[in-house]
């Protein structure tokens, strides 16, 4: 543990890994404080690894085409992610629901992201145990895909370390003080800069400034459902955007499903929620028939937290009342996919004033109390 570093990030999970690696990657010594015992214990662990490319804002979008060449370049380069594009497919029955797609896809091939739309017999080739009754067709983009949580913190570390990164754990910052001073069990840390990447913890970092973020822990259910019959290879992530039940095979075997509740209030409980199965029993049928059939075994569920924001975009700026603070959290259920451009926008951020990459407006910390917000509205 150095007593004195350049930029002090706070949270060792995929996004304070990823401002870590960027940082010393721009000759900034950097020193990583979390009070886990181990990096990547929090959110990134209990992630489902989703990337995509297919959000509905210019930001968002922008974040993945980054983040996605970032991660195609770490897989070659740094070690096996577990990265495997084999696309989103998003699936539209209401014409609620087509119109968003429709909408969405233009958005995103205008800003250069090659995304298809799909009507259901070509659904139904690239899908077979997709229902395709009263489906109106769906959009797909072959580069996004799902990758390994744990294989992305390891090659993210990893880098981080090369570059010169400092990583410590068990460590729990106590306070901090103006300057910056940061206390902890072992000593004073003083540093020039600050980065709140502690996700769903990051208002209890904001307040120990005095200042503040609007991030609520959220949780989200998880299965993982086994099939006897292994049939077939690896599926697209597949999205019924009616019900909001997501699926997809596991290299291993079975499928992973997901359904996020919108009414679910925020909540540190990462016990799965009782109604989680009865809500998929509910949802399966539109058009997961088959999955259904398979027997849910409640010990293979678990549930992480998303760190939302109210208009689910992340907060990544500095701080507007406390210079030297920058925040780089609230990415909801995007932090594995959005960590490399994450990274890049705070590095940049620190070491020139300005994000040259990125255009980070819509993600200031300000936007809030100016009432300022555009809303990401596909939200898994």
């Not at 925020?266 to 509910?282: I, K, N, R």
Request: charged content about 20%.
């Amino acid at each position: 543990m150095p007593d004195r570093t350049d930029v002090v990030v706070i949270g060792a999970g995929v996004i304070g890994l990823s401002c870590a690696r960027e940082l010393a990657g721009a000759g900034v010594a950097v020193t990583v404080l979390d009070a886990a015992p181990a990096v990547g214990r929090g959110s990134s662990a209990l992630a489902n690894g989703g990337i995509r490319a297919q959000f509905t804002t210019e930001v968002n979008i922008a974040f993945s085409r980054f983040s996605i060449l970032q991660l195609e370049t770490l897989e070659r380069t740094v070690g096996d992610l577990g990265l495997h594009q084999t696309g989103y497919l998003l699936l539209a029955g209401a014409e609620a629901s087509e119109r968003m797609l429709r909408e969405a896809a233009e958005l995103q091939r205008g800003l250069g992201v090659r995304t298809r739309w799909l009507d259901p017999a070509e659904i139904a080739s690239m899908v077979p145990f997709v229902r395709t009754d009263g489906l109106r067709g769906g959009t797909f983009h072959a580069r996004d895909g799902f990758l390994d949580p744990a294989g992305l913190v390891a090659a993210l570390l990893a880098d981080a370390r090369a570059k010169g990164a400092t990583i410590v754990t068990s460590v729990a910052v106590s306070a901090i003080e103006p300057g910056f001073v940061v206390r902890h069990p072992d000593g004073d840390l003083r540093a020039d800069a600050v980065v709140n990447a502690a996700g769903t913890g990051a208002r209890a970092v904001a307040r120990l400034l005095g200042s503040d973020v609007p991030v609520e822990p959220v949780r989200r259910n998880l299965a993982h459902v086994m099939d006897p019959s292994s049939a077939g290879g690896l599926t697209p992530m597949t999205v019924d955007v009616d019900t909001g039940v997501l699926v997809r095979r596991e290299p291993a075997g079975g499928w992973v499903v997901a359904y996020a509740d919108p009414d679910d209030p925020p909540g540190w409980d990462t016990a799965v929620d009782p109604a989680f199965l009865p809500a998929l029993a509910a949802r399966l049928p539109n058009r997961f028939p088959s999955i259904l059939e398979l027997p849910i075994d409640p010990s293979h569920c678990w549930a992480g937290l998303y760190p939302e924001t109210p208009d689910h975009h992340a907060i990544v700026g500095e701080d507007p009342a406390v210079p030297g603070l920058f925040h780089c959290v609230g990415f909801g259920g995007h932090g594995l996919m959005h960590a490399p451009a994450a990274g890049r926008a705070i590095a940049e951020l620190v070491a020139l004033g300005r994000s040259e990459t990125f255009d980070l407006r819509p993600l200031r910390p300000s936007r809030f109390v100016e009432g300022d917000l555009v809303v990401e509205s596909a939200v898994l």
